[in-house]
């Protein structure tokens, strides 16, 4: 069936550093791949998606890179902030709002 | 604009027992999907309801079902409980067709069974 893999489970940085993660999916056919982070206690919600047509994109600190061929894709942060400590969750949908969920990465920034 | 509503927000059920939950939507909002939400699963897709159609389903057991109303608050329900239902349960909506990108979720309802 349908998967997708995420990698760290974890991943601690100094503040400043960079932080990437990594998400592969199994089904060829996604073509719409979101991320979402979700703070403690709170709900997910939408930093970043890409579609299949496009291979990076890029909103401010935040850049996410899709790689058809190898059927991956990652999420790039630069200058990481206190601020940034979350849980962080790549997807993967084809046509649909049925979202294949990563496991999640705890990502934590150290001042 | 309100966001998405779920209630309650928290609840304890015994085994065997039966919940339901409920969610509405953003306002104009047509389409809602439900998410279980476990510290080792992840966020697992339940179904998606559109029009107060069933579009999409997860694997889930036949226990789990849900539907949608014609307003489209939804609920979803669980029979017969079993303690590895235990979860948060997230709703979330989008305006409706296919793939319209963000799902805007909810708090959710954090059930735990005993």
């Known amino acids: 069936g349908e998967n997708v893999e995420q990698h760290p489970s974890t991943l601690s940085v100094q503040e400043g550093d960079s932080a990437v993660i990594k998400c592969t999916y199994s089904d060829s056919a996604s073509n719409y791949f979101p991320w979402y982070k979700q703070e403690l206690g709170k709900r997910p919600q939408l930093i970043i998606d890409?579609?299949?047509?496009?291979g990076e994109k890029k909103d401010q600190r935040i850049a996410v890179t899709l790689n058809k061929t190898a059927k991956h894709f990652s999420l790039h942060i630069t200058e990481t902030q206190p601020e940034d400590s979350a849980v962080y969750f790549c997807?993967?949908?084809?046509?649909?709002?049925?979202?294949?969920f990563g496991t999640g990465t705890r990502l934590q920034v150290f001042p | 604009k309100a966001g998405v509503t779920q209630t309650p927000r928290y609840l304890i059920k015994t085994r065997g027992q039966q919940v339901t939950l409920s969610c509405s939507p953003i306002?104009?909002?047509?389409?809602v999907s439900w998410y279980q939400q476990t510290p080792g699963q992840g966020l697992q897709f339940l179904f998606e309801y559109f029009s107060e159609t069933q579009r999409n389903k997860g694997n889930f057991p036949g226990r789990f079902s849900g539907r949608q109303f014609s307003n489209s608050r939804s609920e979803m329900n669980v029979s017969t409980l079993e303690l590895g239902d235990s979860a948060l349960y997230l709703c979330?909506?989008?305006?409706?067709?296919?793939?319209?990108?963000?799902?805007?979720f909810g708090e959710g309802s954090r059930l735990t069974v005993l």
């Open positions: 890409i579609r299949s047509n496009v």
């Open positions: 979330a909506s989008t305006p409706g067709g296919q793939n319209t990108g963000e799902l805007f």
């Open positions: 997807a993967a949908s084809k046509d649909t709002d049925k979202l294949i």
């Open positions: 306002s104009g909002h047509r389409s």
